[in-house]
Nanobody, 123 residues
Framework: QVQLVESGGGPVQAGGSLRLSCTAS????????IGWFRQAPGKEREFVGA????????YYADSVKGRFTISRDNAKITAYLQMNSLKPEDTAVYYC????????????????WGQGTQVTVSS
């Protein structure tokens, strides 16, 4: 049984930084691509970014490019989402997910999801 647990969310002022962690268990973490998604109140869940299983390639939504960085440490079975220059519009529940598929931007290809962690950015 796969489990993903996100942590690191919380309140932060605009312009600040947070680092989210996503720790996995139950599968060979290093074989999976990791995606980060977020869902703001009243909005659909959206793609934030992803990192391939090897860590060699990362992909970002235009809205976070240049501010967010995804990394992973397969030895620690953990992926990270470093968020800098946060804006109020970044307020959302952030989710990590795992997939073996390459269409990383699509929620439908991710069979494994964490429970989410709340990020609240105040102006």
């Amino acid at each position: 049984q796969v489990q993903l647990v996100e942590s690191g969310g919380g309140p932060v002022q605009a312009g600040g930084s947070l680092r989210l962690s996503c720790t996995a268990s139950g599968r060979t973490f290093s074989s999976y691509n990791i995606g980060w998604f977020r869902q703001a109140p009243g909005k659909e869940r959206e793609f934030v970014g992803a990192i391939r299983w090897s860590g060699g390639s990362t992909y970002y939504a235009d809205s976070v490019k240049g501010r967010f960085t995804i990394s992973r440490d397969n030895a620690k079975i953990t992926a990270y989402l470093q968020m800098n220059s946060l804006k109020p519009e970044d307020t959302a529940v952030y989710y990590c997910a795992m997939t073996t598929y390459g269409s990383y931007w699509s929620m439908e290809v991710y069979p494994y999801w964490g429970q989410g962690t709340q990020v609240t950015v105040s102006s």
